[in-house]
């Protein structure tokens, strides 16, 4: 197999002439620079030096001669593509460029700011410059006047400056010394890099592991930032529509319309990720390469034609992204479903995404604005509390796009969307699922901001206060600090129970939005004494609504500090269901056999999945063991992620088929409830914790048919699955998108941490 790289090198002058001219695309040095300016210092300390600083790696990128860039128009304004795209070293190449040119890099706070970097030739130290140093006579207090400047003149300058500011002649031999190191720093310009160019025949995927492997500090190459480079060489004029929008929505500009909003800064590869959704309905940002190299996404055939075409139709969605108009009624959708802020924005993804659906929506199918926004508004209630787009949120974002991509009308996109959050809202969910998900202390959780949302939804008073809980979320209002979240059992006297630590105090079915009166030092004190004394000021009417909404057990303030949070986190569930319900036009509750039949027709997803049987194998005609171990692991995976629903009697398709091969296995016990009570010794035996309170297990009747309904609810703690083939080892399994798939060793630890971390 021919290498796909060769191995050369640079002078950092032919470096920066090539960057000027266009020749190798450097697009960082206009837009936010991440390396602080002491990175930039040690780079010129170390080559000055003579020491090693890394090496460099470009990527033909395989455009022919003169190709313009897309958007470049007939004079060609935006420039010819680059012939070689930096990959590796942007950061170093952009500190190198700013520094001998002069030129001016963004801040991630999107202000103009030189890089200015000083040396002391005594000593051959090189510094950042700042008030000081520019004032000391000892430095040249900005290098870059070496190089853009008259060389010797600067040098007069700053022995004339250190003359007088050491009142005497400087000896010739010392005068030497300092020019000679002067001079030392001007040759930098002379500087060799080692680089290694990649041909244009290697692909993305190859360039990404490539740069991995030679890293030495093991970085991974992130793939938006890879995407967006690629960009620059491609469509500049595109990507800077995109980073306008980015910068607009941080620094809103002083007059006219802008994107800014309480919830989301975003990025531009987010609003790439929304354009490409809306363009070709796909959700992996990899697709881009494709689009910018003129690749079918379906056949892989490339062709200049097909890249114009691709161009053209990610230009439009682009627009409509970009569009502020379209971008706020999307916005008006998010506080539609009760949120006021970023506070209560847990996943970007869930807003981006929901936000694709929403141009689809809007522009593919015409659906009007107030119809939109109440439909959108349902999606993004329920994608955001279960965590849709937590694990592999390209796969289900596309998963979802392909879904509603080929319906026919408005009418048929309505009603999928409508049909997918039923499917994931279901009795099972507000009843197990969300309650165990309610376990946590995390201070932005999605079940927390359902909570909250909910709570603007039913229009909610703080506890003890007539202030509506929507007013003290908006970020424009500034609330009394008296009225933030507080411990309903105080941190204090759970101390003298025994009862410490943050994940128990802070537990969110401790916490409330609540009003201490200024006076009020009962607000420290047991439950059982300040509870009946506040709740007297309180009129019944308003008692009991407060009561409600703020998820109070009866008697809660006499209960144990665990059955109370165990019964308020119920509450909790039921009031999110009772605000969320608000959202539907005929706040219709369905029956648990057409939620399922929903589930069914929505198909397998992340909080979905399928089997046909779980003690029968299909192929071989006879019971097998090994069926159980797939639904032990099916189950596991559940536990470990979100939780879900595993229905026993469908087929892939959604085809179902009953379980009468399965109750045959059971001899005189076969029937539900000999199923079901074989189904939980199994799945005891099989996994790490008890199913008790975990799973719930319930038989259903479709088309004649008698189905297994397994619900599980996500569980606190890391759940494993004996080995089928060794019950002495036990496998970890999680549910990524619609999969269940094996973690192990760094990827395990980091799972478990990332998941559990706060819970």
């Not at 008698?706 to 606190?716: D, H, L, Y």
Request: proline share 4%; with cysteine; glycine share 6%.
């Amino acid at each position: 197999m021919p290498t796909l790289y060769r191995d050369t090198g640079y002078s950092l002058t032919h470096l920066i002439e090539d960057i000027k001219h266009g020749n190798v695309a450097l697009p960082d040095i206009q837009r936010p620079f991440v390396w602080p300016a002491r990175k930039a210092r040690e780079l010129f300390d170390s080559m000055y030096r003579g020491y090693p600083v890394g090496t460099l790696m470009f990527w033909e990128t395989g455009a022919a001669v003169g190709t313009k860039q897309f958007g470049a128009g007939k004079s060609g304004e935006t420039g010819r593509v680059p012939k070689l795209l930096v990959v590796d070293g942007q950061q170093r190449l952009t500190s190198l460029y700013a520094v001998l040119t002069g030129s001016e890099v963004v801040t991630k706070t999107f202000q103009s700011r030189r890089i200015k970097i000083a040396f002391r030739p005594a000593d051959e130290t090189f510094e950042v410059a700042d008030a000081s140093i520019e004032r000391d006579p000892e430095f040249i207090a900005d290098i870059t006047d070496l190089w853009i400047g008259s060389f010797k003149s600067r040098v007069r300058e700053f022995m004339t400056r250190l003359e007088t500011s050491r009142d005497g002649e400087l000896s010739q031999a010392e005068q030497d010394q300092l020019e000679e190191r002067i001079d030392r720093v001007r040759d930098l310009r002379d500087f060799r890099f080692q680089v290694i160019e990649l041909n244009s025949n290697a692909d993305e995927e190859q360039v990404a592991d490539i740069f991995v492997r030679i890293n030495s500090e093991g970085v991974q190459l992130k793939q938006a930032d890879f995407i967006l480079t690629l960009m620059s060489v491609h469509w500049e004029k595109g990507r800077r529509q995109l980073e306008q929008f980015a910068r607009d929505a941080v620094v809103a500009p002083s007059i006219g319309p802008s994107p800014k909003n309480p919830f989301i800064n975003p990025g531009p590869d987010q609003l790439l990720r929304a354009a490409v959704g809306l363009a070709f309905k796909r959700g992996r940002l990899a697709n881009v390469y494709s689009i910018l190299r003129g690749k079918d996404l379906e056949s892989g055939q490339v062709s200049e034609e097909r890249r114009a075409a691709q161009f053209e139709a990610l230009a439009r969605a682009q627009d409509q992204v970009v569009d502020l108009t379209n971008w706020h009624e999307f916005l008006k959708c998010v506080q539609h479903a009760g949120f006021r802020s970023d506070r209560m924005i847990a996943s970007d993804n869930a807003l981006i995404y929901t936000y694709t659906l929403w141009l689809v929506g809007r522009h593919d199918f015409g659906i009007e604005r107030a119809k939109l926004r109440k439909l959108i508004a349902r999606w993004f209630f329920m994608a955001h509390t279960t965590g849709r787009y937590t694990s592999s949120p390209e796969s289900v974002i596309e998963a979802d796009l392909t879904r509603f991509k080929n319906l026919p009308d408005s009418d048929a996109f309505t009603a999928e969307l409508n049909r997918q959050v039923r499917s994931n809202f279901t009795g099972d969910y507000w009843d197990i699922s969300l309650p165990n998900r309610l376990d946590t202390s995390a201070a932005k959780s999605p079940v927390l901001s359902a909570y909250w949302a909910a709570l603007n939804l039913l229009d909610a008073e703080v506890l003890f206060s007539h202030l509506k809980i929507r007013d003290l979320l908006d970020p424009a209002i500034n609330s009394p600090r008296s009225m933030e979240r507080h411990h309903l059992f105080p941190k204090a006297f759970l101390k003298s129970l025994g009862v410490s630590g943050v994940a128990q105090t802070n537990a969110i079915a401790n916490m409330a939005f609540l009003d201490w009166p200024e006076n009020a030092t009962i607000g420290s004190g047991d439950p059982r004494e300040y509870w009946p004394e506040m709740s007297r000021t309180l009129n019944p009417e308003m008692l009991k609504r407060q009561v409600y909404w703020h998820a109070l057990p009866v008697g809660w303030e006499q209960l144990e500090y665990s059955v109370f949070l165990e019964r308020r986190r119920s509450l909790i569930a039921k009031v999110v269901r009772d605000g969320f319900d608000r959202l539907w036009e005929d706040r219709v509750r369905r029956n648990e056999v057409a939620e399922i039949a929903e589930i069914i027709a929505s198909g397998e997803s992340q909080l979905v999945e399928f089997k046909s049987t779980a003690r029968w194998n299909l192929y071989t005609g006879k019971p097998d063991r090994k069926m159980e171990q797939v639904i032990a692991k099916t189950v596991c995976g559940f536990l470990n992620g979100e939780g879900g629903t595993l229905i026993i009697g469908v087929d892939d398709d959604g085809n179902v088929l009953g379980l009468e091969r399965d109750m045959s296995t059971l001899g005189a016990k076969g029937n539900p409830d000999g199923f079901e009570l074989a189904l939980r010794q199994m799945l005891d035996n099989s996994l790490s914790v008890s199913t008790a309170g975990l799973v719930r297990i319930r038989f259903e009747t479709l088309n004649e048919q008698t189905i297994c309904v397994v619900s599980v609810a996500p569980s606190g703690k890391a759940v494993f699955a004996k080995s089928s083939n060794d019950n002495t080892v036990s496998n970890f399994w999680v549910r990524i998108g619609n999969a269940t798939k094996q973690l192990h060793g760094d990827d395990l630890i980091q799972y478990r941490d990332d998941h559990w971390g706060t819970r």
